[in-house]
């Protein structure tokens, strides 16, 4: 796409309401463009029309009418939630129009330089965290992007003084062409999302797309140990900055070997390793959030953080919500709240976070897969399973095969609300002293509940129900 300025007197649709799409549409509008913001919601469903249409921005609510596409659209910017194959979409690439997300739109007026963080697993944690190093080492960070805020909010605020830490999902990319963070942190590639991108290589090829326009002046953050991320890393155009649980590197961040076990950096391989603190006085649990971490760390030095800074931020963050959220304690049971984990892998991660015996609530949308993967860590570490959701059978197949004898199906003739509490109820009846309940469904939350924020905020509410 070009400069928002070049649109003007050019007819611009957004498809999607949400706050995206009504930072977009006042953007567009501001900049003398002829606006239609489209949702195929009902218009009691979208409060936000009423605000548009008072600025002079068309509002069309309630499905996505034929005629809302032609060659006279300049541009399409789409809700990153909307698969391609969605009729406005389809219809636009057919007739060659642009589209992309609210990315692209944002990095186009953003004066501040960016920071892009993406990956399957730890997004938010990592996002956060960096946003805290860079605040505390005062550097003037704005936090956005997938995490909550949106980006085109931020990004007009945003000047050179700043630096935007921006998360990013696989829909988002997928939706950028000239995108370009200064820095650009892959965490790890696994199995997920493939209702909405039909394959593993649309996928990954969308996480790539972080790397796509950096040149050699910027920073790449790869995950060493993750195989994928390693595999690009001979095509990248920008400085290498690697992270490392398993090996002590050249060049980047890396975990030293037990008994000490320090986040170590080093900037090249003529460069001395600088410890940077010791693993075991992060202060979110999880072998996970220490592999967040090492990321975090790599992110913030490359942008001009000081060691101390990013010690103190590593040492004080206690996570985010919905990630391994402590909730209470009850009769020496603790429990647990990881919402977020909507794919087996980022389950097992919360699940090897505790070396305690695990009561486990999982369960949710049907995606197509057997979860057979979990069978081995739940004969390890789980044992009781309470299920519920579409997958529900799935889940409690796997557990049977793992051995696995207290198990609970919940119906899912009850309410979202009555089946986390009926869930919660089997867990707590199943689990003793000693123990830890973890809602972790390894599955998305669309078949029960608006969001995993709406799961995980239930489930928090049955808890203390108790």
Same mark, same amino acid.
């Given at each position: 796409?070009?400069?928002?300025?070049?649109?003007?007197?050019?007819?611009?649709?957004?498809?999607?309401?949400?706050?995206?799409?009504?930072?977009?549409?006042?953007?567009?509008? #501001?900049?003398?463009?002829?606006?239609?913001? &489209?949702?195929?919601?009902?218009?009691?469903?979208?409060?936000?029309? @009423?605000?548009?249409?008072?600025? =002079?921005?068309?509002?069309?609510?309630?499905?996505?009418?034929?005629?809302?596409?032609?060659? =006279?659209?300049? $541009?399409?910017?789409? +809700?990153?939630?909307?698969?391609?194959?969605?009729?406005?979409?389809?219809?636009? $690439?057919?007739?060659?129009?642009?589209? %992309? *997300?609210?990315?692209?739109?944002?990095?186009?007026?953003?004066?501040?330089?960016?920071?892009?963080?993406?990956?399957?697993? =730890?997004? *938010?944690?990592? *996002?956060?965290?960096?946003?805290?190093?860079?605040?505390?080492?005062?550097?003037?960070?704005?936090?956005?992007? +997938?995490? /909550?805020?949106?980006?085109?909010?931020?990004?007009?605020?945003?000047?050179?003084?700043?630096?935007?830490?921006?998360?990013?999902?696989?829909? #988002?990319?997928?939706?950028?062409?000239?995108?370009?963070?200064?820095?650009?942190?892959?965490?790890?590639?696994?199995?997920?999302?493939? @209702?909405?991108? /039909?394959?593993?290589?649309?996928?990954?090829?969308?996480?790539?797309?972080?790397?796509?326009?950096?040149?050699?002046?910027?920073?790449?953050?790869? +995950?060493?140990?993750?195989?994928?991320?390693?595999?690009?890393?001979?095509?990248?155009?920008?400085?290498?900055?690697?992270?490392?649980?398993?090996?002590?590197?050249?060049?980047?961040?890396?975990?030293?070997?037990?008994?000490?076990?320090?986040?170590?950096?080093?900037?090249?391989?003529?460069?001395?390793?600088?410890?940077?603190?010791?693993?075991?006085?992060?202060?979110?649990? /999880?072998?996970? &959030?220490?592999?967040?971490?090492?990321?975090?760390?790599?992110?913030?030095?490359?942008?001009?953080?000081?060691?101390?800074?990013?010690?103190?931020?590593?040492?004080?963050?206690?996570?985010?919500?919905?990630?391994?959220?402590? %909730?209470?304690?009850?009769?020496?049971?603790?429990?647990? +709240?990881?919402?977020?984990?909507?794919?087996?892998?980022?389950?097992?991660?919360?699940?090897?976070?505790? @070396?305690?015996?695990?009561?486990?609530?999982? /369960?949710?949308?049907?995606?197509?897969?057997?979860?057979?993967?979990? %069978?081995?860590?739940?004969?390890?570490?789980?044992?009781?399973?309470?299920?519920?959701?579409?997958?529900?059978?799935?889940?409690?197949?796997?557990?049977?095969?793992?051995?696995?004898?207290?198990?609970?199906?919940?119906?899912?003739?009850?309410?979202?609300?009555?089946?986390?509490?009926?869930?919660?109820?089997?867990?707590?009846?199943?689990?003793?002293? =000693?123990?830890?309940?973890?809602?972790?469904?390894?599955?998305?939350?669309? @078949?029960?509940?608006?969001?995993?924020?709406?799961?995980?905020?239930?489930?928090?509410?049955?808890?203390?129900?108790?």
């Amino acid at each position: 796409m070009r400069e928002p300025g070049w649109y003007q007197q050019k007819q611009v649709i957004i498809l999607g309401l949400a706050k995206s799409g009504v930072a977009v549409a006042k953007l567009f509008h #501001q900049h003398g463009a002829i606006v239609t913001v &489209n949702d195929k919601k009902n218009r009691e469903e979208c409060p936000e029309a @009423d605000e548009l249409e008072a600025l =002079g921005i068309s509002v069309v609510c309630g499905g996505h009418p034929p005629e809302l596409i032609h060659e =006279g659209v300049a $541009l399409v910017v789409k +809700n990153p939630g909307i698969p391609y194959k969605a009729p406005p979409v389809a219809q636009a $690439l057919e007739l060659s129009i642009e589209v %992309v *997300t609210e990315v692209e739109v944002a990095y186009r007026i953003c004066q501040a330089p960016m920071i892009g963080i993406t990956g399957s697993n =730890g997004k *938010t944690t990592t *996002t956060t965290w960096i946003g805290r190093m860079l605040d505390e080492a005062g550097l003037h960070p704005i936090v956005a992007g +997938n995490i /909550g805020r949106s980006l085109c909010d931020a990004a007009e605020e945003a000047t050179a003084e700043n630096w935007m830490v921006v998360e990013l999902s696989s829909f #988002q990319l997928k939706g950028t062409q000239q995108f370009r963070p200064r820095i650009a942190v892959l965490l790890n590639v696994y199995e997920t999302h493939l @209702d909405y991108h /039909g394959t593993m290589e649309d996928y990954a090829g969308s996480k790539a797309k972080l790397f796509a326009n950096q040149e050699p002046e910027d920073v790449a953050v790869v +995950n060493w140990d993750d195989a994928y991320c390693r595999s690009l890393i001979p095509a990248l155009q920008a400085r290498v900055l690697s992270f490392s649980m398993k090996e002590e590197l050249e060049a980047g961040v890396y975990l030293s070997a037990a008994p000490e076990r320090c986040i170590m950096y080093k900037a090249g391989p003529e460069a001395a390793p600088v410890q940077v603190l010791p693993a075991a006085e992060v202060g979110i649990p /999880g072998e996970f &959030n220490v592999e967040n971490a090492l990321a975090a760390v790599a992110a913030a030095l490359s942008a001009g953080a000081d060691v101390a800074a990013v010690a103190k931020a590593l040492r004080e963050f206690r996570g985010v919500e919905h990630r391994l959220e402590f %909730v209470r304690e009850k009769n020496g049971i603790a429990y647990y +709240n990881n919402s977020k984990a909507t794919n087996p892998a980022a389950t097992v991660k919360a699940m090897e976070a505790f @070396d305690r015996p695990i009561v486990l609530i999982a /369960g949710g949308l049907e995606r197509g897969m057997d979860y057979l993967d979990l %069978v081995p860590h739940f004969r390890e570490r789980v044992k009781a399973v309470a299920a519920l959701g579409e997958t529900r059978h799935k889940i409690a197949h796997a557990a049977e095969l793992a051995g696995i004898k207290l198990i609970k199906t919940v119906d899912t003739a009850n309410t979202p609300a009555e089946a986390l509490q009926a869930a919660v109820e089997a867990a707590f009846g199943f689990a003793q002293e =000693g123990d830890v309940v973890l809602l972790s469904p390894a599955c998305a939350s669309w @078949d029960m509940f608006s969001s995993y924020e709406e799961r995980g905020s239930m489930f928090k509410e049955s808890v203390h129900n108790l």
